[in-house]
């Protein structure tokens, strides 16, 4: 099982819908989570941090599940300008803070 | 926050030769990780580089192949060497402290013929 799995899609949605995406992780200590986006050709950029009790940035919404093991991200009235690839990404545990990332998904919002 | 530079931006290469890749930060930091991510394809962490000790690699890569030094905490390379058209990719290096989130560098975006 690979450490961090997420759902390639592509997730094809129309301007204006809500869309979420899911991220589990394998390793039960990590400690910090993360959601990243990178456009096509650029590098990856953080968008927000995964805090336990959940936490908004305007249409964005991430929520951690530690039982479980997911991480989600919500976004909400969605723009063209959010087509991108999402990457999440979990650090610690087990005293190491290399960061393992997900291999993304990729959202289209189409007119 | 840290601001990374990378040098070169792109380059076009021979199969057999080799290629190093400058990062450069504007803060001093212990960990400096080198990643590789093929077209469409997720990241994959090639070693992770810290100052005074030798570059840990992660499984599949080795030394002799991917070069690292570290002279310092704001400075890293990467050297990809007798290339091979299999070796194509994005490079990118990253810094991240602790449990914090990490940067990432603009990337250098590698062609071999």
């Known amino acids: 099982r690979k450490e961090v799995e997420q759902d390639p899609g592509p997730f094809n949605v129309p301007e204006g819908a809500t869309v979420a995406f899911n991220c589990t992780y394998s390793?039960?200590?990590?400690?910090?989570f993360f959601w990243y986006r990178q456009d096509c050709r650029k590098e990856p950029k953080l968008l927000m941090s995964?805090?336990?009790s959940g936490n908004e940035d305007g249409r964005f919404t991430a929520q951690l599940n530690r039982a479980s093991q997911y991480i989600s991200l919500l976004i909400r009235d969605s723009k063209l300008s959010d087509s991108a690839t999402y990457l999440c990404?979990?650090?610690?545990?087990?005293?190491?803070?290399?960061?393992?990332f997900g291999r993304g998904t990729s959202l289209i919002v189409h007119p | 926050s840290a601001v990374i530079s990378q040098k070169p931006s792109r380059d076009i290469c021979q199969r057999g030769t080799s290629l190093t890749i400058q990062c450069q930060v504007d803060?001093?930091?212990?960990?400096m990780f080198w990643y590789r991510q093929q077209p469409g394809q997720s990241l994959t962490l090639i070693a992770t580089?810290?100052?005074?000790?030798?570059?840990?690699?992660e499984s599949g890569f080795v030394i002799d192949k991917f070069p690292i030094s570290r002279p310092n905490l704001t400075f890293s390379t990467l050297t990809v060497s007798n290339m091979s058209p299999e070796d194509s990719s994005i490079y990118l290096c990253?810094?991240?402290?602790?449990?914090?989130?990490?940067?990432f560098g603009p990337g250098t975006r590698l062609t071999v013929l």
């Open positions: 995964v805090y336990s």
């Open positions: 580089a810290n100052q005074g000790s030798e570059a840990t690699y």
């Open positions: 803060s001093q930091v212990t960990m």
């Open positions: 990253s810094v991240g402290q602790g449990a914090g989130e990490q940067f």
């Open positions: 990404a979990v650090k610690g545990g087990g005293g190491s803070y290399i960061p393992t």
């Open positions: 390793n039960s200590a990590s400690q910090s």
